[in-house]
């Protein structure tokens, strides 16, 4: 893997990664609001690129591994599931904000910073978290997500999307104490 600066702040109530991304800042925004570039490391699904537009999310984690990776067991009812979140924040290329479970489970705000002509430094927030629970949840989340992106702007491999979500979730558990 590229040499990237991880710097992860996991607490009860926010969340705060920090990762350089070896790609120029305009690519990492398409890689944020373009559905398939998104659907490669996230959840694609429509964008309506405004403040108060939808970002669609569509949860089809099997096509973030490289090979023929199953769904662990509890996150296999999932699959296919569809809904949108609500952009508070729309600046291109420097920042996407939106909600999470319709501002219920916080927002989110995605920060990008240009620092050489082919590298960027992303700063995602995830706050107004209800809990330990929901760090540990969303912390192993994002950290995998996190790194699949960091990959797939890097041209390397993701051999199995499940492998790097258990080891950011445990490390967002052990980070607040579960």
């Not at 609001?33 to 309506?48: H, I, Q």
């Not at 629970?133 to 051999?159: C, I, K, S, T, Y």
Request: proline share 6%; hydrophobic share 40%.
């Amino acid at each position: 893997m590229v040499d990237t600066l991880a710097a992860d702040t996991i607490t009860p109530q926010m969340l705060r990664f920090e990762r350089d991304l070896a790609a120029p800042i305009e690519t990492v925004w398409q890689y944020l609001v373009d559905p398939e570039l998104r659907a490669r490391w996230f959840m694609g699904g429509p964008t309506e690129p405004q403040v108060g537009g939808k970002l669609g999310m569509t949860f089809n984690h099997r096509n973030l591994s490289d090979g023929d990776v199953p769904d662990p067991e509890r996150y296999a009812k999932n699959q296919g599931k569809a809904w949108s979140e609500t952009i508070t924040r729309f600046e291109p290329p420097h920042f996407l904000a939106f909600t999470w479970d319709n501002g219920d489970a916080g927002e989110v705000t995605i920060e990008l910073f240009a620092f050489a002509p082919d590298r960027t430094r992303l700063v995602l927030t995830h706050n107004r978290l209800r809990g330990a629970a929901d760090a540990r949840n969303f912390g192993g989340g994002w950290g995998a997500h996190l790194e699949v992106l960091q990959r797939r702007l890097a041209g390397e491999p993701v051999d199995n999307f499940w492998d790097l979500h258990a080891a950011a979730e445990k490390r967002a558990a052990d980070a607040v104490g579960l």
